[in-house]
């Protein structure tokens, strides 16, 4: 085993130790702070259990990602070959979408006497559009180690196939805007989207590990700690809840991931919950529309459809959770067969 790997996956050990030691202060502050979540109406009935629980929880995974994937790259410059400066994109991208996933968490805590909603979708979108077009363009037209992110790898064929930039371009801005909006609708659950990125980072850590990308390496497995330390507080019943500020980064850097080691295709059975929660709603929207009322589903996203259906949220969790990581080892494998 080639020395990468293992420094990797120490990476994340360290990063799951660093999130879980300083999580429980964290929290205390999100209680100081009365940074609770409103849950709506719509949503099932238990779900109300939940009102006032602190949200914006994300930022105790963006944190200590920031802290070590900026650490590494100043030890870089002391020691080259640490790290490559091509993992300051996915970084940048986590930070971007951060921010503006944070900006609709603050908005919904202010508005709490209102109707609890944070800034207005449109305008998110459109943040989302921007973000996603600048990381694309970075990763066509920029040089710093981006080797696979200007086309795409098809399953079973052994070729790289290049694409058109322009192509490629609205490929990217499509990925990283839907993966982010895709995590997003999963992130409804007590420990759902924190077991779910981490499984999808941990494939395409082992992807990329197959490439030789180290730094993509690094980032991916110090993204599964720190989303196994945000988990050791999320998990049911959830001390504190993800929010936008972790669910839109998360989203938006996997898409990222993917498309660096040109593996993007395989994104929606790596990703395969995500996949299905972003689709599921569209479907339902559409369907609503289209027959003035009726519904394919008992409620959307989908994990909702299964909590209506006589599930527990353990249950969806623990079996949705079982459905990723079998898909993610499937999208592991056909990476392997070229």
């Given at each position: 085993m080639t020395p990468e790997l293992p420094f990797a996956l120490t990476l994340g050990a360290i990063t799951f130790l660093l999130t879980a030691i300083w999580g429980s202060p964290f929290v205390e502050v999100l209680r100081r702070l009365r940074a609770g979540k409103q849950i709506r109406e719509t949503g099932p009935a238990t779900h109300q259990l939940k009102t006032g629980t602190p949200t914006m929880g994300g930022?105790?995974?963006?944190?200590?990602?920031?802290?070590?994937?900026?650490?590494?790259?100043?030890?870089?410059?002391?020691?080259?070959?640490?790290?490559?400066?091509?993992?300051?994109?996915?970084?940048?991208?986590?930070?971007?979408f951060g921010i503006l996933g944070g900006i609709d968490d603050i908005e919904g805590i202010r508005s709490i006497r209102e109707r609890g909603e944070g800034i207005r979708a449109r305008t998110k979108f459109a943040g989302q559009i921007l973000l996603s077009l600048a990381a694309a363009g970075v990763m066509a037209f920029v040089g710093g180690g981006f080797q696979n992110a200007n086309g795409v790898f098809v399953p079973l064929v052994p070729t790289f196939i290049e694409l058109p930039p322009l192509l490629w371009i609205a490929a990217a801005v499509i990925i990283i805007?839907?993966?982010?909006?895709?995590?997003?609708?999963?992130?409804?659950?007590?420990?759902?989207?924190?077991?779910?990125?981490?499984?999808?980072?941990?494939?395409?850590?082992?992807?990329?590990?197959?490439?030789?990308?180290?730094?993509?390496?690094?980032?991916?497995?110090?993204?599964?700690?720190a989303c196994f330390g945000f988990l050791w507080y999320n998990a049911h019943p959830a001390q504190l809840f993800m929010g936008d500020v972790g669910s839109l980064a998360l989203g938006a850097a996997l898409g990222t991931v993917a498309l660096m080691t040109g593996q993007w295709l395989l994104l929606p059975l790596v990703a395969i919950i995500p996949v299905a929660e972003i689709v599921t709603v569209v479907l339902q929207v559409s369907y609503f529309r289209l027959t003035h009322g009726q519904r394919l589903f008992r409620m959307t996203?989908?994990?909702?459809?299964?909590?209506?259906g006589g599930w527990s949220e353990t249950q969806v969790v623990q079996r949705f959770w079982l459905v990723g990581i079998l898909s993610a080892m499937l999208g592991v494998s056909l990476a392997l067969l070229r």
């Open positions: 930022i105790l995974i963006l944190v200590p990602v920031v802290l070590i994937t900026l650490g590494l790259n100043l030890a870089r410059v002391i020691q080259s070959g640490v790290t490559g400066s091509s993992i300051l994109l996915p970084l940048a991208v986590l930070i971007g805007t839907g993966m982010s909006n895709a995590v997003n609708f999963t992130d409804g659950l007590d420990g759902l989207s924190g077991i779910i990125t981490a499984s999808a980072f941990a494939a395409y850590g082992v992807i990329a590990h197959l490439q030789g990308q180290t730094y993509l390496v690094q980032f991916c497995f110090i993204m599964v700690g996203p989908l994990h909702h459809h299964f909590e209506l």
